[in-house]
């Protein structure tokens, strides 16, 4: 295993609207008094930013859209592309955002469209937007709102987009329950197909949709991932023994799932076979809070943690994985460290409140003394401190994004399986 400090480019989120004391304390104003002593010491401790998303339909750059998340500051969209020679990041579009954004997803098919899942003074909501065409040639271009995911009385937690092509549906996810959303772009309007509840007992944090079957999402459920079919609205699938903070689907292989666990590892899954992982990856020192197949490389995933550190994973599922493993640099043998790279640039990203901390350590103080709060406010298992996401364009770019809002975009070209 190599680890690396970051030679990637970088780019900072830099907030174009100052402070407003009189908008934040307007925002709580509804708020009892523990509930706003959790509100302020948030508005202190989480990140700035924590969603990015690649622009996947975007066939001409490669673009990454990422969303600021402040309770103090107007929040923005941040349109960022690499130059063509691969060294620069910069901002080709800039847009205002009503609310803290929460999640942020692209349309696999149209490169102007994405989803967001925001949050103001504690009342959730989603939406969807278009970015206007002519943007470049305005000073302030404004978002426009296709359609609002209004349905939701729960905590919404995330939108998706099936990542296969062109689709008119949308799934969405909040606590409690799992819509399925007919959206209409020449009329401005999503309806509500269907829905279903999980039930009061279990609660909902995010899913994926599956990239082989448009009737089919896991969701991540506490202990377990459910499967669902989303004709039916039933589950299909329990992994009882999963408990994940976020799931990803194999791009290329059928019914292969990657979760990442709630303490510190990483499994993969066969869901024909539920009862146990059929990999098993020791994940980070801390929390792992997210996890992504590669969209090419399916053998290679990426997961980010609270230690501070991206990693870079080879995980086979059969043995013609493990043969093409054997070709890669620096693989004398079949039973080789599954951790190929570790990219540890994110450790000095804390400073503020807590410049004497590293984020580790930030991340077990608050584990040990703050996580009451959390729940307070009803915000855990929604502390992530580190964004990520491949590019399709170019599938061996990935994107990161630190909790104080910069994005670093790194290369695995070197760790590339030969074909």
């Known amino acids: 295993m190599q680890s690396t400090t970051s030679s990637g480019i970088a780019y900072d989120l830099k907030y174009q609207v100052p402070y407003d004391r009189s908008a934040f304390l307007r925002r709580c104003h509804h708020l009892s008094f523990s509930s706003f002593i959790c509100c302020w010491l948030i508005a202190i401790l989480i990140p700035k930013a924590r969603c990015i998303c690649d622009v996947k339909a975007d066939a001409e750059t490669t673009c990454f859209l990422a969303g600021t998340l402040s309770l103090k500051e107007e929040n923005e969209i941040h349109l960022i592309q690499i130059s063509p020679s691969g060294t620069e990041l910069t901002c080709r579009g800039l847009f205002s955002h009503p609310h803290e954004i929460w999640n942020l997803a692209s349309c696999p098919f149209d490169p102007r469209t994405f989803s967001t899942v925001f949050d103001s003074g504690g009342i959730y909501g989603a939406a969807v937007w278009k970015i206007p065409d002519d943007f470049a040639n305005s000073n302030s271009p404004q978002l426009e709102q296709i359609a609002s995911l209004d349905a939701h009385s729960c ?23 799992l819509y399925l959303w007919s959206l209409d772009s020449s009329t401005k309007s999503a309806k509500v197909q269907s829905q279903e509840s999980v039930g009061m007992l279990h609660y909902l944090s995010g899913g994926a949709w599956d990239p082989h079957d448009q009737n089919a999402v896991a969701l991540t459920c506490e202990s377990s991932i459910q499967c669902w079919d989303i004709r039916s609205m039933k589950k299909t699938t329990t992994l009882d023994h999963a408990h994940a903070r976020a799931v990803d689907y194999n791009p290329k292989k059928q019914h292969i799932l990657v979760t990442a666990e709630y303490e510190s590892g990483i499994c993969v899954w066969d869901i024909r076979m ?3 992982p059929i990999r098993e990856l020791p994940g980070h020192a801390h929390w792992t809070w997210s996890v992504q197949h590669n969209p090419e490389y399916h053998e290679l995933i ?5 230690d501070s550190t991206v990693n870079l994973w080879f995980a086979s599922v059969d043995g013609m994985d493990d043969a093409i493993y054997e070709r890669m640099p620096e693989s004398p043998s079949r039973k080789v460290d599954p951790l190929i790279c570790s990219f540890s640039d994110y450790e000095d990203c804390v400073y503020g409140n ?34 990520l996401s491949w590019s399709c364009r170019e599938p061996w770019l990935f994107a990161s994004l630190s909790y104080d809002g910069r994005v670093v975009v790194e290369s695995v070209k070197p760790y590339l399986p030969k074909q």
């Open 155 to 177: 905590e919404i937690r995330s939108v998706l987009w099936w990542p296969s092509g062109k689709h008119n549906k949308l799934v969405s996810i909040d606590k409690e329950n």
């Open 274 to 276: 539920p009862d146990v």
């Open 302 to 306: 990426l997961s980010s943690g609270t």
């Open 354 to 387: 807590f410049p004497f901390l590293r984020l580790n350590e930030v991340a077990r103080w608050l584990d040990c003394h703050l996580f009451p709060f959390f729940c307070l406010w009803k915000r855990r298992g929604n502390f992530i401190f580190v964004g």
